[in-house]
């Protein structure tokens, strides 16, 4: 299982800012996810919060401006930076992004930052003033020209009564941000991984619409997995209620047609697809203009089949060769192995993932699937019922060994 977070030194900078502790729940989501969280507060960080609550949150020493001058002076900034895997500082006021522009150390962050050679993250908070002021935004361009990484300001309503950009982002944003930073490099870098995902919608008219139960759950899991292993992700989705995942590129639809064509542009020089969508096989044969009212009598509607997209996939692939693996999904209600098995060879797949519906806790609208994943020679692998995000590691640790043998 890939996980960017596990193990990594995060020092995260924490600076006066009244956003300050929000910083408390960064730090804790960092924990939670496996990071080792070396917090620095600077004085004016300590107006806000406390050392006490980041040790609290992350089991570690908060280090202040009094580490500096301690029995460590000579080394402990030294330590902090060399050790890191990625700074970030958030909140980051503008005094101390003016430090990092002009190089200017004069407290245990500023110099640990001048002594970290990994990655900077900045999510700024501060007055609308403040930050469209003229020197600071010079400031914001030095820096991004140096590499750093900005997330944020936000808009929204700032702690001086106005409204616009300089509101601190919020951590959960900012932990999908550090965690797709993190990602880059992995066993799939340089990769590009099509994923679809959700169930499409037909329109019978302007109001209503045939669809299919699917949440779109295990699709934005195999999204996710194929991101923190490094790959580029391009997520083609039907409605659903999920956050998109951070990094990938996401492309919306809602019908079955405008499902084939962005999988298929998708899939113009990718190595994979994972089609995890729930395609409408039928939709209406006229779709009513203006709304059909209700009458006193029944209503019946004339279906035609849509396109099938993993045929329409594999006859590109056989021209072109891309993508260079494809993986489909058999959500069936009986004869499981039977029907999946009919499916990955009519489609040319190189593997399908088999779960039965009628089954507790697979399928639809449920964070769990039980699945057995069928290859092209033959092999099977039946896998107990595991979390969507489980499922799709299995699946992405699969894509890789291939790609790695490839």
């Given at each position: 299982?890939?996980?960017?977070l596990?193990?990594k ?9 009244v956003?300050?502790y929000?910083?408390?729940?960064l730090a804790?989501?960092?924990?939670q ?9 600077t ?5 806000f ?6 040790q609290?949150v992350?089991?570690?020493k908060?280090?202040t401006?009094?580490d ?9 900034h ?5 050790g890191a ?15 990092l522009?002009?190089?200017?150390g004069d ?15 900045l ?6 003033g403040m ?5 600071t ?14 997330i ?6 700032l702690?001086s009564?106005l409204?616009?950009?300089?509101r601190f982002a919020?951590?959960?944003?900012i ?15 340089g ?8 169930g ?7 109001v209503?619409?045939?669809?299919n139960?699917?949440s779109?759950?295990?699709g934005?899991a ?9 790959a580029?992700?391009?997520?083609v ?17 809602r019908s ?12 113009s020089?990718a190595e ?12 209406p ?7 059909i009212?209700?009458g006193?009598?029944?209503?019946t509607?004339?279906?035609?089949p ?20 494809s993986?489909?999904f058999?959500?069936?209600?009986q ?5 999946a098995t009919d499916?990955?060879k009519?489609?040319s797949?190189?593997?399908?993932v088999?779960n ?10 449920v964070?769990t ?8 020679d033959g ?6 019922l ?6 799709a ?9 291939w790609?790695?043998?490839?």
């Open positions: 299982m890939t996980n960017p596990a193990n030194h995060i020092m995260l900078g924490v600076t006066g800012s956003a300050a929000k910083a408390v729940e804790s989501k960092l924990t996810s496996g990071a080792l969280v070396d917090v620095v507060l004085e004016s960080a300590l107006k919060v406390s050392a006490l609550q980041f609290s992350t089991g570690r908060a280090f401006d009094a500096l001058w301690g029995g460590e002076a000579h080394v402990v030294v330590n902090l930076g060399h895997d990625l700074l970030v500082i958030a909140p980051v006021t503008a005094s101390t992004m003016a430090k522009a002009t190089g200017l407290n245990l962050l500023s110099v640990s930052a001048l002594a970290a050679k990994c990655p900077l993250v999510a700024p908070a501060m007055d609308l930050y469209s002021h003229v020197a935004q010079k400031n914001v361009e030095i820096l991004k020209e140096r590499g750093a990484h900005f944020g300001p936000v808009e929204g309503h702690a009564g409204t616009g950009p300089g919020e951590p959960l944003d932990l999908a941000q550090i965690r797709f930073l993190l990602s880059r490099g992995g066993p799939l870098q990769k590009r991984v099509v994923v679809s995902a959700g499409t919608e037909e329109a019978i008219d302007p209503r619409v045939i669809t139960r699917s779109g759950k295990q934005y195999i999204a996710q997995a194929a991101l923190d292993a490094g580029e992700v391009t997520l989705a039907a409605p659903t209620a999920l956050p998109d995942p951070t990094g990938a590129r996401i492309v919306k639809v079955s047609e405008e499902m084939c064509e962005a999988v298929l542009d998708a899939c020089g994979v697809l994972v089609m995890a969508a729930a395609v409408s096989d039928f939709r044969l006229i779709t009513a203009e203006e709304k009212k209700k006193s009598g029944g209503l509607i004339e279906l035609q849509t396109k099938d997209v993993l045929m329409e996939v594999a006859a590109v692939k056989a021209k072109t060769g891309h993508p260079h693996i993986i489909g058999a959500a069936e209600s004869n499981l192995i039977e029907n499916k990955m009519k489609k797949l190189d593997m399908i088999a039965d519906i009628s089954a507790a806790g697979s399928g639809f609208e964070d699937n039980q699945v057995t994943l069928l290859m092209k092999k099977q692998e039946k896998l107990p595991m979390s969507k995000l489980e499922v590691n299995v699946i992405v640790n699969k894509l890789i060994d790609l790695e043998e490839a």
